[in-house]
């Protein structure tokens, strides 16, 4: 009789990522990957190709660009897309940019909104996606750790969290009905630190603000904001200032904090990993910006 066979941490992680990646394609008729450009969507994406190697995933990417995301985020992003040869939609609300919306003049509640979840529902129902892969673990936030796996939504893209899917012996149930959707989570299960580990296993390239180096930021109501172009907004009692710092976390520019670190590889994040004890999403306003934010947020349809 062969011996079972003992997979790592790691190794089990990966396996289950990619069994949810093939079950997608396999079984439902136009999914897309959202490419936030983060950490995790870089995993998800080097998963997705192993998945299916040598040939390329058989979905596109989709990348909701709100215009303030920072700059090296969309350098990278673009240099990417090169390298790997994937399909990559780049979708952008063009009635928020029409009203000028933006998180300093209009706040991080109303931007997230109209730049971000009404976006993605544009995209969704502008290409007729059926599944749409996220980046999301359940140890990020609580309202995340809720979710099932395979997260239905409805024809409107809103979730019901007290109305969800058991999900039994890892099968799962990818029927949807007309106009219905599904969210996709193959990291739900990872943790920060399984997400670094498998970088530094995999040798995944990542976003270089992830890594500790000397930058402007001005202190604002406690948190260290990167000036990162000339439309941020200086007050008379602010100072620029180089400090240094890197990203456990990335969104738009304005509404993310960075932290004062030294690590400057993956194998120092690894290390800081292991002594930390602050939230990951600490530094994101729109966790935070209203009461039960991020849940309500995801109610809405943000991911």
Not at 32 to 61: E, N, Q, R, T
Not at 201 to 221: G, H, T
């Given at each position: 009789?062969?011996k079972?066979?003992?997979?790592?941490?790691?190794?089990?992680?990966?396996?289950?990522?990619?069994?949810?990646?093939?079950?997608?394609?396999?079984?439902?008729?136009?999914?897309?990957?959202?490419?936030?450009?983060?950490?995790d969507?870089?995993?998800?994406?080097?998963?997705?190709?192993?998945?299916?190697?040598?040939?390329?995933?058989?979905?596109?990417?989709?990348?909701?660009?709100?215009?303030?995301?920072?700059?090296?985020?969309?350098?990278?992003?673009?240099?990417m897309?090169?390298?790997?040869?994937?399909?990559?939609?780049?979708?952008?609300?063009?009635?928020?940019?029409?009203?000028?919306?933006?998180?300093?003049?209009?706040?991080?509640?109303?931007?997230?909104?109209?730049?971000?979840?009404?976006?993605?529902?544009?995209?969704?129902?502008?290409?007729?996606?059926?599944?749409?892969?996220?980046?999301?673990?359940?140890?990020?936030?609580?309202?995340?750790?809720?979710?099932?796996?395979?997260?239905?939504?409805?024809?409107?893209?809103?979730?019901?969290p007290k109305?969800?899917?058991?999900e039994m012996?890892?099968?799962?149930?990818?029927?949807?009905?007309?106009?219905?959707?599904?969210?996709?989570?193959?990291?739900?299960?990872?943790?920060?630190?399984?997400i670094?580990?498998?970088?530094?296993?995999e040798r995944?390239?990542?976003?270089?603000?992830?890594?500790?180096?000397?930058?402007?930021?001005?202190?604002?109501?406690?948190?260290?904001?990167?000036?990162?172009?000339?439309r941020?907004?200086?007050?008379?009692?602010?100072?620029?200032?180089?400090?240094?710092?890197?990203?456990r976390?990335?969104?738009?520019?304005?509404?993310?904090?960075?932290?004062?670190?030294?690590?400057?590889?993956?194998?120092?994040i690894?290390?800081?990993?292991?002594?930390?004890?602050?939230?990951?999403?600490?530094?994101?306003k729109?966790?935070?910006?209203?009461v039960?934010?991020?849940?309500?947020?995801?109610?809405?349809?943000?991911?």
């Amino acid at each position: 009789m062969p011996k079972a066979v003992k997979l790592t941490h790691l190794e089990y992680l990966e396996a289950e990522a990619i069994h949810i990646i093939r079950e997608v394609a396999a079984t439902l008729s136009k999914p897309v990957m959202l490419y936030s450009v983060g950490k995790d969507s870089s995993v998800m994406l080097h998963l997705a190709i192993k998945a299916f190697y040598p040939a390329k995933p058989p979905f596109p990417l989709l990348h909701v660009d709100t215009t303030w995301k920072f700059r090296e985020m969309i350098t990278f992003r673009d240099r990417m897309a090169a390298e790997l040869g994937f399909d990559l939609l780049v979708h952008i609300n063009q009635e928020g940019i029409e009203q000028g919306i933006s998180p300093f003049t209009h706040g991080s509640s109303i931007h997230t909104h109209i730049m971000k979840t009404v976006a993605l529902r544009q995209a969704l129902d502008l290409y007729g996606f059926d599944a749409a892969f996220g980046g999301a673990r359940r140890d990020e936030e609580k309202s995340r750790a809720k979710e099932r796996i395979f997260s239905v939504r409805s024809a409107a893209h809103t979730w019901d969290p007290k109305n969800q899917r058991p999900e039994m012996w890892k099968t799962y149930n990818t029927r949807v009905a007309p106009g219905e959707t599904i969210r996709v989570f193959p990291l739900s299960n990872w943790t920060e630190l399984d997400i670094w580990q498998y970088i530094l296993k995999e040798r995944i390239s990542v976003v270089p603000l992830y890594f500790a180096a000397r930058r402007p930021v001005v202190v604002r109501d406690g948190s260290l904001i990167m000036v990162d172009d000339d439309r941020m907004p200086i007050e008379s009692t602010e100072r620029i200032e180089q400090r240094m710092v890197r990203f456990r976390t990335l969104g738009c520019y304005p509404l993310t904090s960075a932290i004062d670190s030294e690590a400057a590889t993956p194998e120092d994040i690894v290390q800081e990993m292991l002594t930390t004890r602050t939230s990951e999403r600490a530094g994101r306003k729109i966790d935070n910006d209203e009461v039960g934010s991020m849940e309500k947020k995801k109610r809405e349809g943000y991911f």
